[in-house]
């Protein structure tokens, strides 16, 4: 018996260092999803756009966006005073795939944005990164953003 504990105490131990491992491993995945969450809830757009790739697909709501077009509805929106007041992210779980060159990332999102008028809409969200490796860098090569229907 005393065997059989220590067996599954060396193999809980080595689960567990290997999942330190993983973590420590893809800790500039993590930064760069933190990074993207922070520059889209605090407004800094061009930080934000950094971190997609140039050939980047997204789709909102409506359909599939142009990254170039996004990126210029946003410097126009700031401009005119509009942009986020708060853009929470939660329950965020990453999946890496083999060769860790990619990697795809899923929340849940509440937000609240306002206009140029000063109106302001909220919305809750499913978002699905999908970021990969490229120059030594993560970016997103695609992002679905999915908003959950009011009660």
């Known amino acids: ?6 067996g599954f105490f060396i193999l809980f131990l ?7 491992q993983a973590s420590e491993k893809n800790a500039d995945l993590y930064a760069a999803i933190k990074a993207f969450d922070h520059a889209y ?33 946003w410097i126009a929106l700031m401009a005119a005073g509009g942009g986020v ?19 795809v990332a899923t929340s849940f999102v509440d937000n609240r944005t306002r206009s140029p008028d000063g109106t302001k809409s909220t919305s809750k969200a499913f978002e699905t990164d999908v970021w990969q490796k490229i120059d030594g860098q993560w970016k997103i ?6 908003a959950i229907a009011a009660e």
């Open 14 to 20: 080595s689960f567990s260092a290997t999942a330190e």
């Open 41 to 73: 809830a605090t407004n800094e757009v061009e930080k934000y756009f950094s971190l997609y790739a140039d050939d980047a697909t997204a789709y909102f709501g409506d359909g599939r966006v142009d990254i170039a077009a996004y990126h210029t509805m």
């Open 85 to 103: 007041e708060i853009n929470t992210m939660s329950d965020l779980q990453v999946q890496i795939m083999p060769g860790g060159e990619t990697a």
């Open 141 to 146: 090569i695609s992002l679905h953003y999915s």
């Open 1 to 6: 018996m005393q065997k059989l504990l220590n």
